[in-house]
Each structure stands twice: as C-alpha cells, then as structure tokens.
C-alpha cells in the first residue's frame, strides 16, 4: 500500500458527460500529480500541484481541469468526456525531491 | 527536445539476468527513477540514481551515465513475478522539475 489513495477504482459513463476523480496524498507529502495512461500511450503526464498551487502542466486538454484542496486532496475534473478519454487515471504524491508514490489508479470507461 | 527511449518489450529465462537499457535527452538533468509495474496496477519506486555510477538494491540494481545521456536496470535471478513494464523517468531541471516518461519495457519471463 502506497499510502495514497484514489477514489473511485472503476467509472463508467457516457459521452459528454463529466467526472470527477479524488485523490488523498500520502501523509506530509504536498506535491500531487496527475497522470492518465491508456494501452497505446504510457503515462502521460497532466498536472501536478504544490501545497495548493498549480507547479506544472503536461498535456492537459482544456476539458479537463484540477485543483488541490487546503487538505492537500486534490480533484481531477473531466467534462465533455469523449470515447478517447477512456484510460487509467493515477495520481502520486511525493515530497520534496523523493520519489512519487502511486495510487491504485481509477480506470475511467467511457461509452 | 525531450525525449527518452526504451526497448518496446523483452524476453528472458527465469533465474537469468537482463539489462533494460534507457536512453534519454532531456534540456535538464536531476535524477532518473526506474519503476515497476504490472499490469492494471500503479508503478512502483524501485530505484533512483542521481550521481554516476551503479547503484544496488537486492536482486535489482540501477546504473547511470549522465554524460551519456544513458541508464540501465539489471535484474538478477529472475523470477516470474518480475513479469511486468519497467518505466524510465527523468526529473527535469526546467519545467518544475517535473519527471518526463519512457513509454516502458514489456519484460516477460519464461520458465
């Protein structure tokens, strides 16, 4: 157990819908990222926050956006969801200079 | 531009050793992770090297050249749990220092 946990585990929506998935850091440690993964692509990264600052942005489409909390959790919001966005969603977490630690993911399906 | 690259996928006997090799081009240098992760789940840390040189951890080890540009994982008495993806990532110096991805090695073992 990485000690940072992800909610949901599994999602299934339709076309044009939105999302939202949770993340909960590892205890003390104030960096989140965000990363999608899907089966063609590996992991890429979205977003990544710092003590509830955005501190860098990846390939994040303007659909999607995130924030992280004053509690340190952080959201990621998905809107106008497309075929295409269906993949694996992970957050980690880390501290300054260690290593990320990795949720177990939430695997968005969308029909 | 960035870039890092591994071989797509490798086959190896169980109780053998291989090498996956990662190259990378990156406009900073601040580290380079190695993870594991079998498939459906969360990378897992398994090492990191900063400084040139071989670092050990058990049945895993992890070498660097920053001059280079290149790094490998060696992995000793192979076991077939050690069936899984193996990423390569560099932190950058830019960019927040964020950490840029390889798209993984598919290593399979083999009785």
């Known amino acids: 157990d990485s000690g940072v946990t992800q909610t949901p585990k599994h999602l299934i929506t339709a076309t044009g819908q939105r999302v939202t998935l949770r993340c909960s850091p590892r205890s003390g440690d104030l960096s989140v990222y965000w990363y999608q993964q899907s089966l063609d692509q590996g992991l890429q990264f979205l977003i990544q926050?710092?003590?509830?600052?955005?501190?860098a942005k990846g390939n994040i489409l303007e659909r999607f956006s995130a924030q992280q909390f004053p509690d340190l959790h952080s959201e990621l919001n998905l809107s106008s969801l497309e075929l295409g966005d269906s993949a694996l969603y992970f957050c980690?977490?880390?501290?300054?200079?260690?290593?990320?630690?990795f949720g177990q993911g939430t695997r968005l399906t969308v029909v | 531009g960035q870039n890092i690259d591994q071989p797509t996928e490798m086959t190896a006997t169980e109780g053998a050793i291989v090498q996956i090799n990662c190259t990378y081009q990156?406009?900073?240098?601040?580290?380079l992770f190695w993870y594991q992760q079998h498939a459906g789940e969360a990378p897992t840390f398994l090492s990191y090297?900063?400084l040139d040189g071989l670092e050990e951890k058990g049945r895993f080890s992890s070498f660097l050249s920053r001059s280079k540009g290149y790094s490998y994982l060696l992995l000793k008495e192979l076991q077939m749990k050690d069936s899984a993806s193996y990423l390569c990532a560099v932190r950058d110096v830019g960019n927040n220092r964020k950490l840029i991805w390889g798209l993984g090695t598919s290593l399979a073992v083999n009785p």
């Open positions: 926050y710092y003590n509830g600052e955005e501190r």
């Open positions: 090297n900063v």
């Open positions: 980690a977490s880390s501290r300054h200079r260690d290593e990320a630690f």
């Open positions: 990156t406009s900073g240098f601040n580290g």
